[in-house]
C-alpha cells in the first residue's frame, strides 16, 4: 500500500475550492484513492469558535492545532485499513498555515504544548502546493463572497499569502503556483505538479540550475520568507543510469530522512520517485554508499520572492560561487532573480555542477 499526504494552500481567492474538484477527477484517473481533510478553520469559524470568541489569540491557535493534527491521524488510520493500492490523502490546509496567524512567542507556546518541532510539523506532509491569491497579480478575479470565514481586504490578502509561504518555506518539496497564466493554466500546473510529485514523468527542462556569485548570507538570513535547512546526500549503488540518493535534512538537531530516485524514461523525460524514510531505515542505506561518491554536505537557503520559489546551496568547499536552482512551470517561463543574488550563468545541461559529479570530486 502507497498512501501519500499533501497540502493545498494557499492566500485568499486563490483558486483553492475548484483546485480540489480538479484534484478528486484528474488524480482519482491516475488509480488514486483521494480523501480529503476539510479545513479546519473554516469549520471552527462557521461553527463559532474563532480568535475573536475565544479567551485568547493563543486559546483558538491550540485548538486549531490539536483539531488539525487529530483529522489528519484519522484520515490517516482510516487510509491503512482500505483495501487500496495508492491513496493520497489531501489536507485542506495543513498544520503551518495556523504559523501564519501566530506571533512568534505564541507559535513556541503551541509548540511546547503538543510536543513537536517546527521541522515535525512543516515535513510531516509528503508535498505542499500554494496557491496564491488572486489578490497578488489577479486582482479583478479577487473575492472574498464564496467564503464565509474569509474578510480580507486585497492588501491584507497579499499579506496573508506572503506569511503561508513563509511558514511553509523550507520543506523539502514546496511548490508556489502563481498567478502568471490563465485560472485554468493555474490549475492545469498545480495538476502537473502534483502527478509529478507522486512518481509520473518529469520533463527535464522543467528545472533551472544556475551558478551564482556567494551570496550575502547575512543578507539571505534577514529576508522574510527566507529559511535555512542543513542537508547531507549520500549517493547509493545504482545501475547504470539511474540514480538513487538518500538525504538527511532538517535544523536545529531535528532532522528527517528521504530516499530519492531517478530513472531516464526518454531523452527529454524522467522517471522520479521520492519517499520518506524512518531513521532506522536511513542509517541502514548508509551500508549501500556508493564508494566512488563522497557524501555532500551543503546549507540550503529556501526563499520566495515575487511569487516563486527559489533554493540556493551553499557548499562548504566553495567560498566563491554557490547554486540556485528554480522549478519552472514552461520551459520557456521568463526567470525573475532576486535582487541580492548575481547569476554567473545557466549551468542546467552543464553536468559538472550536477549533485553527483560535484560527489566526484569533493574531498571525503
Known sequence: MEIKKIVITGGPCAGKTTALSWIQNKITALGYTVLFVPETATELITGGVAPWTCGTNLDYQMI???LQLYKEKAFERAASTMPKDKIL???DRGAMDNRAYMTEEEFKQVQKAIGKTEVELRDSYDAVFHMVSAANGAIDFYTTENNLARHESPEDAIDLDNRLIAAWTGHPHF???NNSTSFETKLKNLIKEITSFLGTTVPLEMKRKFLIEYPDIEWLESLPYCHKV????TYLLAPEGEEVRIRKRGENG???????SKKPKTATERIVIEKRLRKGEYEMLLNQADPKLNPIRKTRYCLTWHSRYYEVDVYPFWKDRAIMEIELNSADEVVDIPD??????????EAEYKNASLARKIPA
Not at 230 to 233: A, D, F, L, S, V
Open 64 to 66: 486549531q492545532m490539536e
Open 175 to 177: 511548490r508556489v503556483i
Open 230 to 233: 542543513e542537508i547531507k546526500q
Open 89 to 91: 490523502v489531501v489536507c
Open 340 to 349: 541580492g543574488l548575481k547569476v554567473i550563468r545557466d549551468v542546467t545541461e
Open 254 to 260: 531535528s532532522y528527517l530522512f528521504f530516499l530519492k
